[in-house]
């Protein structure tokens, strides 16, 4: 329960973090990519603020049902921004770049 307390707060700040790193990657459309990130990123806090919060009031739910839905709430946004991304900024989709090297 406390490590996923811990997930749950910490994520945003790990997907601003990677977000930063991918503009830093893409320093062509830095200035263009970058908003849009943050937007997503503030997004998917919003999202687990009102899932935390309906989740609290459902306390009865089993634990990894929880777990299902945050994640299924994370695929929505998700997929939307990630189709704005490609819509918008197809070049950044051409090059392949690893995990690794964004860290």
């Not at 893409?26 to 263009?32: A, I």
């Amino acid at each position: 329960m406390i490590y996923s307390g811990w997930l749950i707060f910490f994520h945003p700040v790990l997907l601003t973090y990677l977000s930063n790193q991918l503009c830093d990657h893409f320093s062509q459309l830095y200035s263009q990519i970058r908003p849009r990130f943050w937007r997503f990123a503030l997004q998917i806090l919003l999202w687990d603020s009102l899932m935390i919060l309906s989740l609290v009031s459902l306390s009865d739910i089993p634990l990894f049902l929880q777990g299902t839905l945050l994640i299924l709430g994370h695929l929505i946004p998700s997929y939307r921004i990630c189709q704005s991304l490609k819509r918008d900024f197809p070049q950044a989709y051409q090059e392949p770049i690893s995990f690794w090297s964004i860290l």
